[in-house]
């Protein structure tokens, strides 16, 4: 069964930066579309940015593109999440999750084509 943790929400100003970490247990990433999602207090939860790495795809929402990056390291099977020039407006809770296979296309930024999720790490930002 696939296990995901989230790390390394916390507070920060405005124009600051942190790394969230999502660490997987009982599969590898390797093979299946891996997100980032947020949900601030009273609002429904958006897509930030999925990737699928067998194929070299990266994927962002336009509100954090270009500030926002996504990367992996294989022998930690972990998933990273840097975000840069963070704004009020980031502030939320942070989830990484797993589909089951490689998403393509409109389905991507659905939350309901991930199949597991992990807890979620707070990321507050101060203005």
């Known amino acids: 069964q696939v296990h995901l943790v989230e790390s390394g929400g916390g507070l920060v100003q405005a124009g600051g930066f942190l790394r969230l970490s999502c660490a997987a247990s009982g599969r590898t990433f390797s093979s299946v579309t891996m997100g980032w999602f947020r949900q601030a207090p009273g609002k429904e939860r958006e897509f930030v940015a999925a990737?699928?790495?067998?194929?070299?795809?990266?994927y962002y929402a336009d509100s954090v593109k270009g500030r926002f990056t996504t990367s992996r390291d294989n022998a930690k099977n972990t998933v990273y999440l840097q975000m840069n020039n963070l704004k009020p407006e980031d502030t939320a809770v942070y989830y990484c999750?797993?589909?089951?296979?490689?998403?393509?296309?409109?389905?991507?930024?659905?939350?309901?084509?991930?199949?597991?999720w992990g807890q979620g790490t707070q990321v507050t930002v101060s203005s």
């Open positions: 999750a797993a589909a089951g296979k490689i998403l393509t296309g409109i389905v991507i930024p659905r939350g309901v084509a991930y199949d597991t």
């Open positions: 990737a699928t790495w067998s194929a070299g795809a990266t």
